[in-house]
């Protein structure tokens, strides 16, 4: 999807809403000084799909 919705950190795990509506990811950012890596959850309008099919 570009950079409209990538970045340097790694995207996973697409889903689109039961009504069609939404899109879901998450954003798994580099490790921190644990080792571990945060993960948050993102979401977008479903016509950006649309859009950069350019449709």
Same mark, same amino acid.
């Given at each position: 999807?570009?950079?409209?919705?990538?970045? /340097?950190?790694?995207?996973?795990y697409?889903?689109?809403?039961? &009504?069609?509506?939404? @899109?879901?990811?998450?954003?798994? @950012?580099? /490790? &921190?000084?644990?080792?571990? !890596?945060?993960? &948050?959850?993102?979401?977008? &309008? /479903? !016509?950006?799909?649309?859009? @950069?099919?350019?449709?």
């Amino acid at each position: 999807m570009g950079d409209t919705i990538n970045t /340097a950190a790694a995207e996973n795990y697409p889903s689109v809403s039961p &009504d069609g509506k939404f @899109l879901f990811f998450d954003r798994r @950012l580099p /490790a &921190d000084e644990n080792g571990e !890596k945060p993960v &948050d959850i993102y979401w977008a &309008d /479903a !016509k950006i799909i649309e859009e @950069l099919r350019g449709e």
